[in-house]
């Protein structure tokens, strides 16, 4: 018997209300710690810094929630900025680079998504897969070479702010798709959808639900989301490379658990997502301030991931602990 | 038939047992006792305390008050592996095997005989197995793997494992929920073996027949209250039902007469390689047509195929006189079939779902309409639906907001009809609709879909259970192996015209 936890619900909130409060709290300590952190220009950096993530981590939750993963999302945007970098190379014009660079994005999640769905593949492995793969056409695009010297009013534009704000543009982009997402997931019946596959696939194949058609189109705007955010990644850093966003997936999944989404599907809310990418943000801004390395910065992440998916567990047993200590019912 | 002797003690008893769940008392002052070599039968509608027993017995819940005692001696359960060294087992309706490993290894887990050199010793693995398996009268290779056994081999596995680790008392809960008929015989059979070797069988079942077939005495159970305990000669079904319901039941099977109208379901020529062939049927509004047979016969098969949860090789199926595409439930959906699916909890319902948000999920189109606001969907006329639905189909539940799985079956099995009949069908096909739902449900839901005919549905009926077959249909079709092999009109049809043609034994063609 599945344990079914009534007050699941409330639990879920419970847990993005803990992340948001955990946000406050970090930014209240890096504030008071730092004097550089709550200025506006470095809060404009810091968010700036994880446009990529934000972008991507989107239609990951929507993944997540539905039972599947894409781990070649950072792949995709090595790709996508590689080509970025040739096709500007040859001379084309920016306004025709990012069309086609977009539909490559879309093409490489298509056959993510054909894979999952046409041959019933798991999408962990399938996503393996073509993470070495696109990452490998990276690198026969543009080898180790490096593109830069892209035109200021286009590199501006990743890295500027709204005037009068500390919200870069790509930030202000990711805020609108945030909002255009939540609706989705929460109030459409293509979220709701989402939810009963990621629950239960065969039931919601049996209710009617065309599963397969929703996985493809999700790995689809997977990738083309990747494509895009590739382009800014090569405008922000003004930088071409095959290896840029090397291990961004793994950032962008640890944001999407950490926000309270179950990687066995079925359940999450994406403002939870939001507040963990923030909240992940902040972090690494508060110790590249504090001059800490690196390696300790993943540290923090990684700790703070497995954290994340221990603490709902931890939480779980106790509970069913003191239950069984009063005496409730096991669900019949 | 005797009284049990009264000079040993019960092998195992509960004794003014009492347990509360929070402010729910599951068991009050309940004194149960199992004698040797008895097969004693446990009955009660859902919810009436069977399983609570069953969990106490297994160390898994301890008395609030009260005792279990093992051969009269009172013991404390700290868990269920202090039940197991007292000798007690549980056979679940659906045994947990490792599919992988063999079916002597799935006896023998953890305590594999070994050989000198400290290896796993699998001849004598395989001859221990052998040997219990000929005990048990079973013709079973203990070199298989467990993968792809019936539910009724599974079960017998679970029964070996269970000797082998010298149980005395097997607690079987609804064993015999998924098996065929001759299924069912065989674990009578090996029961039976079980009992005349001195152990204790407690056997749950809701299928009354079986009760009388099976076991000496039945403990009846109300509202976790015992109702009584004796013998079971003399006792009649009604007797049984009214001690489990606490009142007369209505008719169980309910049937009205109708007059068939338009023909709502044609299936012709239908062929699904390697599963059905060659069948042709209609079903008419106003008709409940029951589709008969053995399990793999291919029934579950052909309503998967005509729902469109499968493809079929050749054939076609018309609803209402429109052809529809292989393979596409949203095109039945929209044509106008609903399939109640045989596994509730795997293909009925999202278990950690809502309620209401089951019931809605087979109404997003017209959820969207509702809202008036684009993609978005109506939560309202969700949850309002839900509510009119609940009480049409008097749903026993406490939110309507609570995850489906807290529900008992019967009331699951509720809301899997209620998601499909909001639908609006015109051909309501349902597979096994009584599986495991107690009595009182059991003839609630012959009540609706009887109703529910009268309104000139056209119900097509898989059903194992051969009176509710014989109660429910105005027509019988039969599989065996595949093919269509009778239709047999509501007068003709006996347990013997529908059991000849289910097992391909030829049979006067009813007239």
């Known amino acids: 018997m599945a344990r079914v936890d009534i007050r699941g619900a409330g639990a879920l909130l419970r847990w993005e209300t803990a992340v948001t409060a955990l946000l406050v709290i970090v930014f209240a300590g890096g504030a008071g710690l730092s004097p550089d952190f709550a200025d506006s220009g470095n809060l404009s950096f810091a968010l700036g810094d994880l446009s990529e993530t934000a972008l991507i981590a989107l239609p990951m939750t929507l993944l997540v929630v539905c039972g599947q993963v894409d781990l070649s999302v950072a792949s995709i945007l090595g790709l996508c900025s590689a080509l970025t970098g040739e096709f500007w190379n040859n001379g084309w014009a920016i306004e025709s680079i990012v069309p086609v660079v977009l539909v490559v994005g879309l093409v490489c999640g298509l056959v993510n998504g054909l894979l999952v769905t046409k041959l019933g593949l798991p999408s962990l492995a399938v996503t393996i897969g073509t993470m070495t793969l696109y990452r490998g056409l990276a690198y026969v695009v543009l080898g180790t070479e490096a593109v830069a010297e892209f035109p200021e009013r286009y590199t501006d534009l990743a890295t500027s702010s709204i005037p009068g704000t500390f919200i870069p543009y790509p930030i202000a982009l990711f805020a609108v798709l945030a909002v255009v997402t939540a609706v989705v997931l929460h109030a ?145 | 038939m005797s009284a049990p002797p009264k000079s040993a003690p019960p092998t195992l008893a509960l004794v003014n047992v009492s347990k509360a769940f929070g402010a729910v008392r599951a068991l009050q002052d309940v004194t149960l006792e199992l004698h040797p070599g008895e097969a004693h039968a446990l009955a009660g509608e859902n919810g009436a305390g069977k399983s609570t027993i069953v969990k106490t017995f297994a160390g898994v819940h301890r008395p609030d008050s009260g005792e279990v005692r093992v051969d009269g001696e009172p013991v404390v359960f700290a868990g269920p592996a202090d039940a197991q060294r007292a000798g007690v087992a549980v056979i679940y309706q659906e045994p947990t095997l490792f599919p992988d490993l063999s079916v002597a290894e799935n006896i023998f887990m953890g305590r594999q005989p070994r050989t000198g050199l400290g290896r796993i010793d699998r001849r004598a693995m395989h001859a221990a197995t052998a040997e219990l398996f000929t005990r048990l009268g079973v013709d079973l290779d203990p070199r298989r793997p467990a993968r792809g056994l019936s539910i009724a081999d599974q079960q017998v596995v679970e029964i070996a494992k ?115 062939t060659d069948v042709s049927f209609e079903v008419r509004r106003g008709e409940i047509v029951a589709l008969a047979g053995l399990v793999g016969a291919g ?55 809502s309620i209401e948000r089951n019931m809605g999920l087979t109404q997003l189109r017209s959820l969207r309409r509702a809202s008036r606001r684009g993609p978005l969907l109506s939560r309202r006329v969700e949850r309002d639906r839900a509510a009119d639905w609940a009480v049409r189909l008097q749903l026993k539940y406490a939110r309507l907001s609570d995850a489906v799985g807290v529900l008992s079956g019967g009331n699951q099995q509720k809301v899997v009809l209620a998601k499909w009949l909001a639908t609006e069908p015109a051909v309501l096909i349902v597979d096994e609709p009584t599986r495991g739902i107690d009595v009182g449900t059991k003839a609630e839901v012959h009540r609706l879909l009887s109703e529910l005919a009268a309104r000139d549905l056209a119900v097509l009926m898989i059903s194992s259970d051969l009176p509710e077959v014989l109660g429910m249909a105005d027509r019988v079709l039969v599989m065996h192996e595949g093919r269509l092999t009778a239709d047999i009109a509501r007068a003709d049809a006996t347990e013997e015209t529908v059991m000849a043609a289910a097992t391909g034994r030829p049979a006067e063609r009813a007239a």
């Open chain 1, 188 to 332: 459409t019946g293509v979220g709701r959808s989402l939810f009963a596959i990621g629950a239960q696939e065969e039931a919601a194949y049996f209710a009617g639900v065309r599963v397969k058609r929703i996985k493809l189109v999700l790995f689809a705007v997977s990738g083309l989301v990747a494509g895009f955010a590739g382009i800014v990644y090569t405008l922000r850093y003004g930088s071409a490379r095959a290896d840029n966003g090397l291990g961004l997936e793994l950032t962008v999944i640890a944001a999407v658990l950490l926000g309270g989404v179950d990687f066995d599907g079925g359940k999450g809310t994406l403002g939870g997502v939001v507040a963990a990418v923030l909240l992940i943000g902040l972090l690494r801004n508060l110790l590249m301030l504090d001059d800490v390395s690196t390696e300790v910065q993943s540290i923090v992440t990684g700790v703070l991931l497995i954290v994340s998916v221990l603490t709902p567990r931890l939480i779980a047993v106790a509970r069913t602990a003191r239950d069984r200590r009063r005496g409730r019912p096991a669900p019949v």
């Open chain 2, 162 to 276: 269970a000797i082998s680790r010298d149980a005395r008392v097997l607690i079987m809960d609804e064993p015999t929920a998924a098996l065929t008929g001759q299924e069912v015989a065989r674990l009578f059979t090996v029961t039976r073996t079980l009992c005349e070797q001195g152990r204790a069988v407690l056997f749950i079942s809701h299928r009354l027949e079986e009760i009388f077939a099976l076991c000496r005495r039945v403990t009846t159970l109300r509202d976790g209250a015992l109702v009584a305990t004796e013998d079971v000669a003399g006792l009649t079904d009604d007797d049984l039902v009214r001690r489990m319901v606490g009142r007369d039941l209505d008719a169980l099977y309910p049937k009205q007469d109708v007059t068939p109208g338009e023909v709502a379901l044609k299936v012709s020529r239908l062929t699904r390689e390697g599963a059905f």
């Open chain 2, 299 to 353: 029934r579950s098969e052909v309503a998967r195929a005509v729902f469109g949860v499968d493809r079929w090789d050749a054939g076609t199926v018309e609803v209402d006189g429109r052809t529809l595409p292989p393979g596409s439930p949203t095109a039945a959906m929209a044509a106008g079939i609903a399939l109640v699916p045989e596994d509730r909890r795997q293909q009925g319902l999202v278990m950690d779902m």
